[in-house]
């Protein structure tokens, strides 16, 4: 890592307060109560859909709020973009094998 | 020896940001690791639609239900140990730690009468019950073993690292600063430490100091207020906290794919 330059400034964000953790924890509990009812509805072929869509916004959440992404800096984002990217080839290039044999 | 202060840095450094990117890099193995899991989910039951469905129907939702709602409640206490860190708050990082490892206990406990009801029905890797189930079956529950499995071990190991986290923040207050002989020393030579309360009272006076001197520490043995703390003492702690908030993603992606898509 070459930032020496913001070396000591960069960590010293102002301390989050505990209200928007609890804001946090109530939005994944709310979204967990609507992929569980969504789950009862039976909605037939989109039900996968649905219950990736919300998983990966509850994920997402996580990832942003918890795990403090939106403090970190463009070496972070892009570590998690190349995840991201990394994890869709995996998938997809599996996918375009096992759906055409 | 003029009355400006000296500043003398802390012996130690520590790569804050070094160490939070290693730990990033670990767990993008981990996503990695059940990404692979969860390709060989999606393959087969793109396969086995009918039977990952029936499968999904002998899990028990509300047990699941359950263990999502104990993991969210152990991300939101480990982000507020640590948060409580931030604010110099050591009772509440402390008590918050101990719910979070609270919680990583009562969702094993759960897995456990979980695991034994299933085994007790006879399902289970390589039962003969299991054996004569379909194909589609066999397959759903040996990936829900094992990935639950994996996850599981995750968490205990989860448990046992923020119970290590506990005791290093229990252990922590000690912060010391040390003038040793050569680097700032020879400045106090001839002086003499003095503590002085408000009034300009000395409250207590230390010997002369001279050439035998060595070093002068010194250490405060509480709890560092708000403003001396440093972010680097805890970086343990919230690379700790960024696991155990990586164990509850790959939660949120199990539970509905093991316990709701019927």
Known sequence: ?101 | MSTEAHSIALAHHKDYRGSKFAIWLFLITEVILFGGMFLLYSVYRSEHAADFHRGAEELNTLLGSINTIILLTSSLTMALAIAGTHHGNRKLALWMLAVTVLCACGFLVIKYFEWGAKIHHGIYPGSARLAAFPKGEILFFGLYFTMAGVHGIHVLVGAVLLTVMFFRVLGQPHAKLSFVAGHGLQHAEGARLAIIDEQGTPLWKGDKIDTTIQRIDVKTKYWPVKQRFKVEDFNQLENAGLYWHIVDIIWIFLFPLFYLIT
């Open chain 1, 1 to 101: 890592m070459s930032h020496d330059a913001g070396h000591h400034e960069e960590a010293h964000h102002e301390p989050v307060g505990y209200g928007q953790y609890f804001m946090t924890w109530f939005a994944l509990v709310f979204l967990t109560a609507i992929t569980v009812t969504a789950a009862g509805l039976h909605l037939g072929a989109i039900s996968v859909l649905v219950a990736l869509l919300i998983a990966t916004v509850k994920a997402s959440i996580v990832l942003w709020l918890f795990m403090h992404m939106k403090y970190e800096d463009a070496t972070f984002h892009r570590l998690i973009a190349v995840m991201m990217v990394a994890l869709a080839i995996f998938i997809g290039l599996t996918f375009t094998d096992t759906l055409f044999r």
